[in-house]
T-cell receptor, first 115, second 114 residues
Framework: EAGVTQFPSHSVIEKGQTVTLRCDPISGHDNLYWYRRVMGKEIKFLLHFVKESKQDESGMPNNRFLAERTGGTYSTLKVQPAELEDSGVYFC?????????????FGPGTRLTVL | GESVGLHLPTLSVQEGDNSIINCAYSNSASDYFIWYKQESGKGPQFIIDIRSNMDKRQGQRVTVLLNKTVKHLSLQIAATQPGDSAVYFCAENISNFGNEKLTFGTGTRLTIIP
């Protein structure tokens, strides 16, 4: 069974540019999560989809971040415009569902560097 | 890897010895706890989990202990191997539907000395 995949693995952009990260969850997993680790900090929750609906977006830092999951399959996370403090590693995870307490399986992450 | 710059607690253990990694969690309402292992350049990998109705759970070479009284979690790795070198994170969750986000600890870097 394929795991969670993320694309790209690395992205280097200039401040003010736009970047879109993609996550493909494990097939059949209704729950999809985005997390990130910025330099020197712990991994922090950004948001949670159940199928195509946003269940919890309490961790999204500001309105420069937009996450979508059209059709309830893969998800994208767009940062527009990117700022220096957005640099870090963005992880996607998925779980089977429904309900909490399900194991979340993580992808390899996308390392974003904003110059 | 992405751990560069992180000032993590570190633990060095001789290969073959046992290791214990500790974690203090923050939310007394949390009822689901997970240990993840992260190797350089990879995402967190699930190791073992435990629910709050248990105080101990064993897997292959790993044991997780939960002390709810003092909000403490530990991961024991038996007979460590070079491949156990990684950063280990504990995570907590309140397993109610609609509130499934994980809250991670800062991580501990485990180095196995050959």
């Amino acid at each position: 069974e394929a795991g969670v995949t993320q694309f790209p693995s690395h992205s280097v952009i200039e401040k003010g540019q736009t970047v879109t990260l993609r996550c493909d969850p494990i097939s059949g997993h209704d729950n999809l999560y985005w997390y990130r680790r910025v330099m020197g900090k712990e991994i922090k929750f950004l948001l949670h989809f159940v199928k195509e609906s946003k269940q919890d977006e309490s961790g999204m830092p500001n309105n420069r971040f937009l996450a979508e999951r059209t059709g309830g399959t893969y998800s994208t996370l767009k940062v527009q415009p990117a700022e220096l403090e957005d640099s870090g590693v963005y992880f996607c995870a998925s779980s089977l569902g429904p309900g909490g307490g399900d194991t979340q399986y993580f992808g390899p992450g996308t390392r974003l560097t904003v110059l | 890897g992405e751990s560069v710059g992180l000032h993590l607690p570190t633990l060095s253990v001789q290969e073959g010895d046992n290791s214990i990694i500790n974690c203090a969690y923050s939310n007394s309402a949390s009822d689901y706890f997970i240990w993840y292992k992260q190797e350089s350049g990879k995402g967190p990998q699930f190791i073992i989990d435990i629910r709050s109705n248990m105080d101990k759970r064993q897997g292959q070479r790993v044991t997780v202990l939960l002390n709810k009284t003092v909000k403490h979690l530990s991961l024991q790795i038996a007979a460590t191997q070079p491949g156990d070198s990684a950063v280990y994170f504990c995570a907590e969750n309140i397993s109610n539907f609609g509130n499934e986000k994980l809250t991670f600890g800062t991580g501990t870097r485990l180095t196995i000395i050959p």
